[in-house]
Nanobody, 121 residues
Framework: QVQLVESGGGLVQPGGSLRLSCAAS????????MGWYRQVPGKERELVAR???????IYADSVKGRFTISRDNAKNTVYLQMNSLKPEDTAVYYC???????????????WGQGTQVTVSS
């Protein structure tokens, strides 16, 4: 089993910044993809950003140029630097990782518990 623990959410004014972190622990041999999704009540969870093991990234159009995803493989951690935050960025943010527990083992997805980000004056 793998556990993902997120931190860094909170309340911030429009135009402000926050940095989310998500650390994985447990039975991990390697981590393929790391990513961040977000969800607001009544809507589907949406991709915010994703980073592969080779460090290629993709972003939702709504956050391009404002958010940056990065990873520290030595710490099994993924980060999301969020700048120029807008009220519409308000959501619960979830991290996700696809990991394998042993060499040649099957990849499995895991999710964090979510952290609230509120952008409001």
């Amino acid at each position: 089993q793998v556990q993902l623990v997120e931190s860094g959410g909170g309340l911030v004014q429009p135009g402000g910044s926050l940095r989310l972190s998500c650390a994985a622990s447990g039975s991990i041999f390697s981590i393929y993809t790391m990513g961040w999704y977000r969800q607001v009540p009544g809507k589907e969870r949406e991709l915010v950003a994703r980073i592969r093991s080779g460090s290629s990234t993709i972003y939702a159009d709504s956050v391009k140029g404002r958010f940056t995803i990065s990873r520290d493989n030595a710490k099994n951690t993924v980060y999301l630097q969020m700048n120029s935050l807008k009220p519409e960025d308000t959501a619960v943010y979830y991290c996700t990782m696809v990991t394998i527990a042993t060499m040649g083992g099957p990849p499995k997805p895991y999710w964090g518990q979510g952290t609230q980000v509120t952008v409001s004056s």
